[in-house]
Protein backbone atom coordinates (compact mmCIF):
# COMPACT_ATOMS: atom_id res chain seq x y z
CA UNK A 1 0.00 0.00 0.00
CA UNK A 2 2.77 2.44 0.75
CA UNK A 3 5.18 0.63 -1.36
CA UNK A 4 7.59 -1.24 0.97
CA UNK A 5 7.46 0.81 3.78
CA UNK A 6 10.09 3.24 2.76
CA UNK A 7 12.00 3.12 5.60
CA UNK A 8 8.58 4.28 8.39
CA UNK A 9 9.25 2.19 11.27
CA UNK A 10 6.11 0.23 11.99
CA UNK A 11 5.14 2.16 14.54
CA UNK A 12 4.85 5.20 12.61
CA UNK A 13 3.05 3.42 9.65
CA UNK A 14 0.38 2.02 12.18
CA UNK A 15 -0.23 5.67 13.39
CA UNK A 16 -0.53 7.17 10.16
CA UNK A 17 -3.06 4.59 9.30
CA UNK A 18 -5.17 4.92 12.01
CA UNK A 19 -5.11 9.31 11.07
CA UNK A 20 -6.62 8.26 8.09
CA UNK A 21 -9.11 5.41 9.41
CA UNK A 22 -7.92 2.13 8.17
CA UNK A 23 -7.89 0.00 11.30
CA UNK A 24 -5.30 -3.47 10.83
CA UNK A 25 -5.84 -6.48 12.71
CA UNK A 26 -4.06 -9.82 12.04
CA UNK A 27 -6.20 -12.65 11.47
CA UNK A 28 -6.12 -16.37 12.72
CA UNK A 29 -6.29 -18.62 9.63
CA UNK A 30 -5.81 -22.27 9.70
CA UNK A 31 -5.98 -22.28 6.09
CA UNK A 32 -6.84 -20.40 2.89
CA UNK A 33 -9.05 -21.63 0.05
CA UNK A 34 -9.58 -19.46 -3.28
CA UNK A 35 -11.62 -21.04 -5.52
CA UNK A 36 -11.75 -20.54 -9.43
CA UNK A 37 -13.66 -22.86 -11.85
CA UNK A 38 -10.37 -24.39 -12.92
CA UNK A 39 -8.44 -25.36 -9.64
CA UNK A 40 -8.39 -24.33 -5.70
CA UNK A 41 -5.83 -22.13 -4.45
CA UNK A 42 -4.83 -23.72 -0.92
CA UNK A 43 -2.67 -21.70 1.53
CA UNK A 44 -1.72 -23.69 4.83
CA UNK A 45 0.02 -21.96 7.46
CA UNK A 46 -0.96 -18.35 5.65
CA UNK A 47 -0.21 -15.09 7.13
CA UNK A 48 -3.68 -13.41 6.94
CA UNK A 49 -4.36 -9.41 7.58
CA UNK A 50 -7.66 -7.69 7.62
CA UNK A 51 -7.75 -3.80 7.04
CA UNK A 52 -10.98 -2.07 7.51
CA UNK A 53 -10.89 0.97 5.33
CA UNK A 54 -14.24 3.35 6.42
CA UNK A 55 -16.23 0.13 6.12
CA UNK A 56 -14.35 -1.60 3.22
CA UNK A 57 -12.76 -4.82 4.20
CA UNK A 58 -9.58 -6.07 2.45
CA UNK A 59 -7.43 -9.35 3.43
CA UNK A 60 -3.72 -9.64 2.20
CA UNK A 61 -2.79 -13.20 2.26
CA UNK A 62 0.83 -14.06 2.79
CA UNK A 63 2.33 -17.30 1.76
CA UNK A 64 2.57 -20.21 -0.98
CA UNK A 65 -0.27 -21.81 -2.55
CA UNK A 66 -0.74 -25.13 -3.52
CA UNK A 67 -2.47 -25.55 -6.67
CA UNK A 68 -5.21 -28.44 -6.37
CA UNK A 69 -8.21 -29.91 -8.17
CA UNK A 70 -11.36 -27.16 -8.60
CA UNK A 71 -13.36 -28.57 -5.22
CA UNK A 72 -10.78 -31.34 -3.96
CA UNK A 73 -9.61 -28.42 -1.14
CA UNK A 74 -11.02 -29.14 1.92
CA UNK A 75 -11.27 -32.72 2.87
CA UNK A 76 -14.95 -34.70 3.02
CA UNK A 77 -16.27 -31.53 4.85
CA UNK A 78 -15.68 -29.07 2.22
CA UNK A 79 -16.78 -31.29 -0.45
CA UNK A 80 -20.03 -32.05 1.37
CA UNK A 81 -20.44 -28.52 2.30
CA UNK A 82 -20.05 -27.19 -1.28
CA UNK A 83 -22.20 -29.54 -2.80
CA UNK A 84 -25.22 -27.91 -0.06
CA UNK A 85 -23.87 -24.36 -0.46
CA UNK A 86 -24.62 -24.57 -4.14
CA UNK A 87 -28.27 -26.01 -3.94
CA UNK A 88 -29.17 -23.37 -1.63
CA UNK A 89 -27.18 -20.45 0.35
CA UNK A 90 -27.24 -20.67 4.55
CA UNK A 91 -29.06 -17.33 5.17
CA UNK A 92 -28.53 -16.25 8.95
CA UNK A 93 -31.67 -15.75 10.39
CA UNK A 94 -30.19 -12.33 11.73
CA UNK A 95 -29.66 -11.06 8.61
CA UNK A 96 -33.48 -11.96 7.73
CA UNK A 97 -34.52 -9.97 10.56
CA UNK A 98 -32.52 -7.18 9.78
CA UNK A 99 -33.76 -6.77 6.29
CA UNK A 100 -37.67 -7.45 7.21
CA UNK A 101 -36.42 -4.68 9.67
CA UNK A 102 -34.85 -2.04 7.54
CA UNK A 103 -37.13 -2.78 4.63
CA UNK A 104 -40.40 -3.11 6.34
CA UNK A 105 -41.33 -6.28 4.91
CA UNK A 106 -42.20 -9.94 6.66
CA UNK A 107 -39.49 -12.34 7.13
CA UNK A 108 -40.44 -14.45 4.28
CA UNK A 109 -40.06 -11.65 1.80
CA UNK A 110 -36.63 -10.78 3.61
CA UNK A 111 -35.48 -14.41 2.87
CA UNK A 112 -36.23 -14.69 -0.19
CA UNK A 113 -34.63 -11.19 -1.38
CA UNK A 114 -31.22 -12.29 0.48
CA UNK A 115 -31.25 -15.64 -1.70
CA UNK A 116 -31.84 -13.95 -4.78
CA UNK A 117 -29.24 -11.36 -4.08
CA UNK A 118 -26.58 -14.48 -2.53
CA UNK A 119 -27.06 -12.63 1.37
CA UNK A 120 -25.70 -9.80 -0.19
CA UNK A 121 -27.64 -7.47 2.88
CA UNK A 122 -27.71 -4.08 1.13
CA UNK A 123 -28.41 -5.52 -1.79
CA UNK A 124 -31.46 -7.49 -0.62
CA UNK A 125 -32.50 -3.96 1.03
CA UNK A 126 -32.08 -2.11 -1.93
CA UNK A 127 -34.20 -4.89 -3.84
CA UNK A 128 -37.07 -4.68 -1.44
CA UNK A 129 -37.26 -0.36 -1.16
Known amino acids: MFGGGGGLNPRKMEQMMKQMGIDVEDVDAEEVIIRTDEYDL ?17 YQIIGSPEQVESGAAGGDAGTDADAGAEAEPEIPDGDVELVATRAGVSEDEARAALEENDGDLAAAVETLE
Open 42 to 58: VFDDAEVTKMDARGQET
